[in-house]
């Protein structure tokens, strides 16, 4: 799989570089898919957020009308980690309870799914409907 290019997110004031990547053409095997995050303050620092539950239904880079379904504080919404939304709230987490921006090296979460839990996530269903 070629990895995409990183794009730049500001998120409480600190930009970072991020993408959510994923190989669609291999549905077997771990991880499915994951985030990269970049403090662009810090580049010796890279954080891979890994998800086994979540499944995505668009193409890389392209912004469509698309998501996964699942609940979000008990109430049904429509999930697309490609939007800077879901990524800026991943980003808000991982830097407040995983790691620091200031780390060096490689951090691997592997229970991405466990970080959309505590943001409030869950149900993820393999589907694609109409965002409204």
Known sequence: MKRGKLRRISVDGKVY??????????????????????PEENPRCKV????????????????????TICQYQGEPALMNLCRPFFAAQVI??????????????????????????????SDFYYSTVPYV
């Open 17 to 38: 570089r991020w993408n959510y990547m994923y190989d669609d053409m291999d549905l077997v095997n771990y991880p499915y898919s994951y985030y990269v995050f970049v």
């Open 48 to 67: 891979s957020v890994y998800f086994t539950k979540y499944a995505p239904q668009m193409k890389l880079d392209v912004y469509v009308a698309e998501g």
């Open 92 to 121: 808000r987490y991982v830097f407040a309870h995983c790691c620091q921006d200031t780390d060096r090296g490689e951090v691997e979460i592997r229970d991405g799914e466990a970080v959309l839990e505590s943001l409030g996530y």
